[in-house]
């Protein structure tokens, strides 16, 4: 992991055949390689680095919670809704994601998290088909989707309409900034709006990064919650200690009231932050890492891999290792 992802970074590419599997999502930073990587990611960097981004973040995350996130679970859990009343928490985090990515980096609320319940969003719809369509490419031989592809059946019969929906939503978001700008009402501080004022004329950049941010901040967190809510739900001793370390910060005022923490409340919440990041050990978002070497050459392990050779680290695989190792030197 070290080898290939640190200390010789630049000897690796994504791996053979990924960045055709991936040829729909265009030049986006998690598609890139060597220098060209090194370059957007100073790009990006350069952005979430700022002041304005970490309180923009904040506040469009706490407005989510409070205007859409608990209204949307008191109606689920009202009377009216009957005892019987279910609600998809996948999906609920899905579109929390969604809306606080799309607040915060492209200075515009979708409201996909709202009472009434929107039954089908089709951006959201288009990026859960665009993931399903990559996955498949990744896992499949390249003979096999080409094909499907020149035939226009199977899953990439779906890829032109959904990358269409995309590219009509990344597009029309650049045009609503342009618009603002022209009009003098774009100073309000929005990641997309930052990307347009730095890459002046080249267009490119700013739609790429608009829709990574859309497939990055939908998926990664929403799975993370997901999978945490369930291990509470599955372990109540730690579910006592979280609600007893929430009580002990929460200040007298506000004991029995809604609460919005601040950023330095949370930082005093040293379980919960535990408990995440356990979460994030046994169930990583992005559970695989794939690379290939430009080269032949001899891993630390003493494999030798050529530049067809596929490299599958398995993330997950690496959060668990050490239990194995240790039950194994146990029994």
Request: glycine fraction near 6%.
């Amino acid at each position: 992991m070290q080898h290939t992802s640190s200390t010789n970074f630049h000897d690796f590419h994504r791996g053979p055949g990924i960045r055709d599997a991936c040829d729909a999502l265009g030049e986006l930073i998690f598609n890139l390689d060597g220098n060209e990587w090194t370059e957007r990611r100073k790009f990006c960097r350069s952005f979430f680095n700022i002041k304005e981004f970490s309180s923009l973040a904040n506040r469009a995350i706490l407005d989510k919670v409070e205007r859409s996130l608990v209204p949307v679970l008191d109606h689920f859990a009202s009377p009216k809704q009957g005892p019987q009343a279910t609600v998809d928490l996948q999906e609920l985090f899905q579109r929390f994601s969604f809306d606080t990515t799309c607040c915060f980096g492209l200075g515009y609320d979708p409201k996909t998290l709202s009472v009434p319940w929107p039954e089908e969003v089709p951006v959201v719809r288009a990026v859960e088909d665009l993931t399903e369509v990559v996955i498949s490419r990744s896992t499949a031989p390249p003979i096999v989707w080409k094909l499907q592809r020149w035939l226009g059946i199977g899953k990439e019969q779906m890829m032109k309409k959904t990358v269409k929906i995309l590219d009509d939503f990344t597009s029309q978001q650049l045009s609503r900034l342009h618009e603002e700008r022209q009009k003098g009402c774009g100073e309000r501080y929005c990641l997309l709006m930052s990307y347009i004022s730095q890459s002046k004329a080249d267009e490119k950049i700013p739609k790429d990064e608009a829709l990574a941010l859309i497939l990055t901040g939908k998926g990664t967190v929403s799975a993370t919650l997901t999978w945490f809510f369930l291990f509470l739900a599955e372990h109540p001793s730690a579910e006592a200690k979280i609600r007893q370390e929430i009580q002990d910060i929460i200040p007298d005022d506000d004991v029995n009231k809604f609460h919005l923490f601040n950023t330095k409340e949370l930082s005093k919440l040293v379980y919960l932050q535990a408990a995440l990041c356990e979460t994030l050990r046994l169930f990583p978002p992005v559970p695989n890492l794939a690379k290939g070497s430009y080269e032949p050459r001899v891993l630390p392990t003493g494999h030798r891999v050529g530049p067809n050779t596929l490299i599958l680290i398995s993330l997950r695989v690496m959060g668990r290792f050490f239990f194995f190792e240790r039950q194994s030197k146990e029994n």
